[in-house]
């Protein structure tokens, strides 16, 4: 009965960072509709075309797939739907790469309708935020990009 009460615990605590995510990203940028969190396969994603940060299979990568393997993906990334029928990673690549490395096929997803202008600065202030330090090709890159 612990074993279950643990999985409940771990499942109502995903749930509400999921509603801390949505949240918090709908309160970041602006985003009041077309927000959703959807369980997408990853062979329907692929990179931002002008995504200027680099996924290095380190270390710490290998560290983040294992935790997302013993406890599951607690933070989704962050795609929006493309004509083709693929999403655009806007942030997340490095999650992505993680359940990639643990053999997933899918993975949670926040699906946003933003245009290309706030898809930029949604994958340039998330990847700030989420990083300890940028490269300076990755710092002109997105200021290249916000120009």
Do not use: W
């Not at 409940?8 to 999921?18: G, M, Y």
């Not at 990673?89 to 926040?110: M, Y």
């Not at 290309?116 to 090709?137: G, H």
């Amino acid at each position: 009965m612990a074993g279950k009460d643990v999985f409940a615990a771990l499942s109502q605590k995903s749930a509400r960072t999921e509603t801390a995510a949505v949240s918090g990203l709908a309160e970041m940028f602006g985003l009041t509709e077309n927000v959703r969190v959807m369980l997408l396969p990853i062979a329907q994603l692929r990179e931002k075309s002008n995504h200027p940060f680099k996924v290095t299979e380190d270390d710490k990568l290998h560290t983040l797939a294992e935790s997302i393997r013993e406890n599951g993906l607690m933070q989704p990334i962050i795609v929006r739907a493309t004509s083709d029928k693929s999403y655009e990673i806007l942030s997340g690549h490095r999650r992505t790469r993680a359940c990639q490395l643990n053999g997933d096929t899918e993975i949670k997803a926040i699906v946003v309708e933003v245009d290309d202008e706030l898809a930029n600065r949604i994958m340039i202030v998330t990847n700030f935020q989420q990083r300890d330090t940028q490269l300076p090709s990755e710092i002109a890159k997105s200021d290249l990009i916000c120009a």
